[in-house]
């Protein structure tokens, strides 16, 4: 079992990552609640719900859950949470626990930022993606205009990433965690980007999953200890996400996984950075990859420019309606960059031809 602590301007936290840790959650508790409420989705829930209970024998234990997937991540569901929070009896004393992947860890987070003003919520992630979601205390739904436009920073009371929970994912899950993970190898060095790299994905050990995890955890820990709430180096972390995002939102919530559509948008943060800087990028090496690792990379998810300019524009990082975008200038060296949108649609057509031509 190993822990990492996450200093944070509301309260330090622990990642706690082991095996067989989620029917120990009681454990983990640094103190005593009046009632808690797990948050899970149907597919979470049937797997491993039934560990997590286990582990307590408090009358006050409630769970409910979700429809698995990103549409779950609206103000409907998170309504709906929050009147059952009340249903159960729940206070300011009380636990939010979120048993699941990034949208549960989101949404569930969300609600617990915001029921009664705010109580205590743990993450316990099972997904690779979570990885990235849980850490950092970002919390939030989507709206209709695009992802995460509403929400919180708001950071756990502590995050039990229990590592036998990785391995009922289905392939297309693990290509979702690992684009994060190639994410944050390339803004931290070359050596984490190769070891990455080294990953089969249709034939991963645990050992090599774990040594990729903690090497993205440490990164994002590292980051958004010195920048909290995202106003520096922490829009690093949005590398291939100005894009992603955009995909997600405009080809319908779902059709991609999140890390489809940010593995696309890495794709293309390279692509420009490798004509603005004039300078040699590892696109080839990962674009190889991800086709072995078969990620969608296919032309038509960017054929309609103008819609997907629009969307970018929508995004949080926006300023001043201008996008906004994290490139390289050298791997480990990201910068942001604002970028126009008759650029922007420019790269987006040159792109295009260069993931036909590939």
Request: proline residues 2%.
């Amino acid at each position: 079992m190993e822990e990492i602590v996450i200093k944070s301007s509301m309260h330090d936290y622990t990642i706690t990552m082991g095996e067989g840790i989620r029917s120990q959650l009681s454990k983990f508790l640094s103190k005593a609640y009046s009632s808690i409420l797990i948050v899970t989705d149907e597919k979470v829930g049937e797997l491993f719900l039934e560990d997590v209970l286990a582990g307590f024998d408090n009358e006050h234990i409630f769970h409910t859950s979700i429809n698995a997937g990103e549409q779950s991540k609206d103000i409907a569901t998170f309504y709906k949470l929050q009147t059952i929070a009340l249903e159960c009896g729940l206070d300011r004393n009380s636990l939010i626990v979120a048993l699941g992947g990034g949208v549960v860890g989101d949404l569930a987070g969300f609600v617990a930022a915001t029921f009664m003003r705010g109580v205590d919520y743990i993450q316990m992630p099972t997904t690779i993606l979570a990885h990235d979601s849980s850490v950092g205390g970002k919390v939030a739904i989507n709206h209709d205009y695009g992802k995460n436009l509403i929400g919180s920073f708001y950071p756990p009371t502590a995050v039990i990433y229990d590592m036998e929970t990785l391995s009922t994912l289905p392939t297309k899950e693990v290509r979702s965690g690992y684009a994060e993970l190639v994410k944050e190898a390339l803004i931290t060095d070359h050596i984490t980007l190769a070891n990455v790299l080294n990953a089969d994905l249709n034939n991963l050990i645990p050992s090599k999953l774990s040594m990729d995890l903690r090497a993205g955890i440490m990164t994002k820990s590292a980051i958004v200890q010195q920048d909290e709430k995202e106003a520096g180096v922490r829009k690093y972390l949005n590398l291939g996400h100005t894009l992603g995002h955009a995909l997600e939102s405009y080809h319908g919530y779902g059709k991609l996984t999140h890390g489809e559509a940010v593995a696309i948008g890495t794709l293309f943060s390279l692509h420009i950075s490798e004509d603005l800087f004039n300078t040699n990028l590892p696109y080839k090496e990962i674009y190889d990859w991800m086709k072995v690792n078969d990620y969608p990379l296919h032309a038509k998810l960017i054929s309609d420019t103008e819609a997907l300019i629009k969307k970018m524009k929508a995004d949080k990082k926006t300023v001043d309606n201008n996008i906004q975008m994290v490139l390289l200038e050298t791997t480990g060296k990201p910068v942001n960059r604002i970028i126009s949108d008759e650029v922007l649609q420019n790269y987006l057509h040159s792109f295009s031809k260069r993931l036909v031509k590939e």
